[in-house]
């Protein structure tokens, strides 16, 4: 049996998917978390669950909005589990009059039952029961309580008999006659007749000249036109419903109203916001940084040495043993010393993400966006971006206007992720060093000013769409749940230990045998006759003007970042290592002594802003819809991010000079 | 000669084209204006915050928005009270329907309302 999860945003639904199949996907506090419909068996049984992006109605605005009222309509489920806010059951109800009206059963999961009692509502469910005609159980996902209920009622026959009809006697009859006018040419008859009497256009092939001006006849009967007298007509209904079902208690002043002052406040809200980021960065780089990079670094090299000793013992030769040792420990291990600072990176977005904050940031920051081309909403995958790219990109479809969208998948990238976090962290560590966590927080605020002007330019030259608009709801704030959070954070450290475990370690492969083998594959030359040095030296030019020095070594290694952005990290310990014979600070080999603190800059500048990795241009391509227009931002980001950094390394360089 | 309703029509088609026009930098043209009084006719856009009305109609050029601002129960006859401002002054956090929703001045321009208190 097939059945869909459906639902207004924000309400939940993945929460409860998580939980009737034991997986564990992606949740927070903001409308628009899930953007693509996602599969699951249900716990103890055999059905398949599918959740879906929320939708307010079966009229799609946004393209995730679409995925869901396309798969309603086309892969016609068996059961639709329509998951309700309890909390706010008027404008969540809307939706459940439109799902009534498909082919198939409704079963409404009225969540959050949990909070009820504090807001002081009561729901009689069996009076809603009796005005639907459709099944509604009390649950709370968050609480786990109803769940079994739940599960049951799935199987349970006979209970859906009959749907109420919800309109005045007149639309009924209009319905009544569309229906037997498409009998048999389309699916879910009743809701496509509704439709028509919108006047939707994805129905317009069924229309009648009678069934035309049948509708004229009620538009003028009700003096307004047919969409506004069935949403109209949809909430008389609810309402009626409710006022028999529903007892609200005294509304007095939330604890989201009271925070709103605070973080909605017209002085503080700005200063608060960059306090965020700031302490996001600030504390995962620097505070955490301080104690564990040098303790995990010389962990490492213990292990290294230890591991050669024992290598040697069972006679494997020399250059096995510098290829375990120099190559996949220290490629492997350089990126592994990050994961402390990851860790803390990850709790703090994951608490953002969870608290019902992000919302707000759309909100405030709205009218500033809106004037440089974006919208308040592109935010939200600026700070998504924080932890990955990937996903960040993906969450840009919650932006309803297409050029508005386009402009946030492409500047997105620009934010620095985790996995530039290494980058920072090393350059940062050696060379600002008590002011590391200070530096990394300046890359953020950097990279916002870049998405600005960047912005700017694309609005002015690339994109020219108008007639915007933002609509989104404010949600309450939650109290993060200390078991998802955990989760989120064990998932996300785990995927970065095992593309360090893979794509990293077999990186490493590749680049120790590029740098130990001369192109007349010799071994144990000198690292400067090697292959590897041989590509950096073609590639020596377009590093220059922002190192200042014709660097093979640097300029090799940020190549790789095309990879996966801590791949740099790791080629440079690695030829750090094999330069200097023995490993030790990576600024202190040979290749990379001549790093001052304005090239690092310039070439953290470089690593952050150029062309993502590989991972993030394929999720670029799928959003942007076109191979052509993904290479074109590939190219934008990529000159940008040079032209960038030369002038940061002028800048820095005549700093350093003069002082 | 034009009757009387294709006049108002236009009338109110001016009033909200500089309406829109306006809607961002109104602010300092709008502590000119009085507070409106219950009873009074207006639109969504001219009410403060705490004050509360009852809507009288949904116009819209962009017939999606309009589509999804009727879906999200801003229908005839609801009840809405304006909540929060952004602090830059827009959008504007507006309760209806037991909840609450975030939206672009221009676009409350666009909703015609009657003062209720």
């Given amino acids: 049996m097939k059945i869909a999860l459906v639902g207004n945003q924000n309400s939940g639904k993945t929460t409860l998917f998580n939980l009737l199949t034991g997986l564990n996907q992606k949740i927070g506090n903001w409308p628009g978390v899930t953007i693509e419909r996602k599969e699951g068996v249900i716990k103890g049984t055999s059905h398949v669950l599918v959740d879906l992006p929320g939708v307010y109605s079966m009229s799609p605005y946004t393209v995730e909005e679409e995925v869901s009222r396309q798969f309603a309509f086309e892969e016609r489920p068996d059961i639709i589990i329509n998951i309700i806010d309890a909390t706010s059951v008027e404008r969540s109800l809307y939706l459940t009059t439109q799902l009534m009206e498909l082919d198939g059963k409704v079963i409404v999961a009225l969540n959050m039952c949990d909070m009820l009692e504090e807001k002081g509502i009561h729901i009689d469910e069996k009076k809603l029961e009796e005005a639907f005609g459709i099944k509604f159980i009390k649950i709370s996902a968050l609480k786990k309580t109803g769940i079994d209920e739940l599960i049951k009622s799935l199987t349970l026959v006979g209970q859906d008999a009959e749907k109420k009809k919800l309109f005045p006697d007149d639309v009924e009859e209009y319905i009544t006659a569309a229906e037997r006018a498409i009998q048999g040419k389309t699916p879910h008859k009743r809701f496509a007749a509704v439709k028509m009497l919108e006047g939707d256009k994805l129905f317009s092939a069924l229309q009648t000249d009678e069934l035309k001006s049948a509708a004229v006849k009620l538009t003028e009967k009700y003096g307004m036109d047919a969409e506004q007298i069935v949403a109209n007509e949809r909430y008389n209904f609810i309402v009626a419903a409710k006022s028999a079902a529903v007892t609200a208690g005294q509304r007095k002043e939330s604890i989201t109203d009271k925070l709103d002052k605070i973080f909605l406040n017209k002085y503080a809200a700005l200063p608060i916001f960059a306090a965020i980021m700031f302490l996001i960065y600030f504390l995962s780089v620097g505070l955490v940084g301080r104690y564990t990079v040098d303790a995990i670094d010389s962990l490492v090299l213990k292990f290294g040495g230890w591991l050669s000793v024992a290598l040697r013992g069972v006679g494997a030769s020399e250059w096995a043993v510098s290829l375990v040792v120099d190559g996949i420990v220290a490629g492997v291990g350089a990126v592994l010393t990050f994961v402390p600072q990851l860790i803390v990176l990850f709790l703090l977005i994951s608490i953002l993400e969870t608290s019902g904050y992000m919302s707000r940031i759309a909100f405030f920051l709205d009218r500033l966006f809106k004037k440089i081309g974006l919208s308040g909403k592109s935010l939200i995958p600026f700070i998504v971006g924080v932890g990955c790219s990937v996903p960040g990109i993906m969450t840009a479809r919650t932006v309803e206007n297409e050029s508005e969208r386009k402009m946030t998948v492409i500047l997105t990238p620009f934010i620095p992720c985790s996995a530039k976090l290494p980058i920072i962290a090393l350059f940062a560590g050696y060379f600002f060093k008590n002011y590391s966590g200070l530096i990394s927080a300046s890359l953020y605020f950097f990279a916002v000013g870049v998405i600005i002007v960047t912005a700017l330019i694309m609005k002015k030259f690339a994109f020219k769409g108008g007639g915007s608009s933002f609509i989104s709801e404010l949600p309450a704030y939650k109290f993060p749940s200390p078991r998802y959070v955990l989760r989120d954070i064990v998932e996300k450290t785990a995927s970065f230990i095992r593309r360090a475990g893979t794509v990293i370690l077999l990186c490493s492969v590749i680049i120790w045998l590029l740098a130990s083998f001369s192109w007349d594959y010799r071994y144990g030359v000198d690292i400067g006759e090697s292959m590897l040095a041989g590509i950096g030296n073609a590639l020596g030019w377009l590093f220059y003007p922002m190192l200042g020095e014709w660097s093979w070594a640097a300029s090799v290694s940020a190549i790789q970042g095309l990879i996966a952005k801590e791949q740099v990290v790791s080629s440079m310990e690695i030829i750090a290592g094999l330069a200097e014979g023995a490993g030790g600070e990576v600024f202190r080999s040979s290749v990379f002594s001549f790093f001052t603190g304005a090239s690092a800059y310039a070439y953290m500048v470089f690593c952050i802003f150029s062309a993502p990795c590989i991972a993030s241009i394929a999720a670029m391509r799928r959003e942007l819809g076109s191979t052509k227009k993904m290479l074109a931002a590939v190219a934008f980001q990529t000159v940008f991010a040079w032209l960038l950094s030369c002038l940061v390394f002028g800048i820095g360089r005549f700093f350093e000079v003069v002082t | ?117």
């Fill in chain 2, 1 to 117: 000669m034009e009757n009387e309703s294709v006049k108002a029509d236009r009338r109110y088609i001016e009033v909200n084209e500089t309406r829109r026009e306006n809607a961002g930098g109104e602010e300092a043209a709008r502590k000119h204006l009085r507070r409106l009084q219950p009873g009074e006719k207006a639109h969504l856009s001219d009410l403060r915050r705490g004050q509360s009305g009852l809507v009288t109609g949904v116009h819209n050029d962009n017939a999606a928005l309009r589509r999804r601002l009727l879906d999200m129960g801003m229908t005839k006859g609801v009840v809405v009270t304006v909540k929060k401002i952004a602090p830059l002054g827009d959008p504007i956090d507006i309760e209806l329907r037991g909840y609450e929703l975030c939206i672009r001045k221009s676009d409350m321009a666009n909703i015609d309302i009657e003062v209720i208190s």
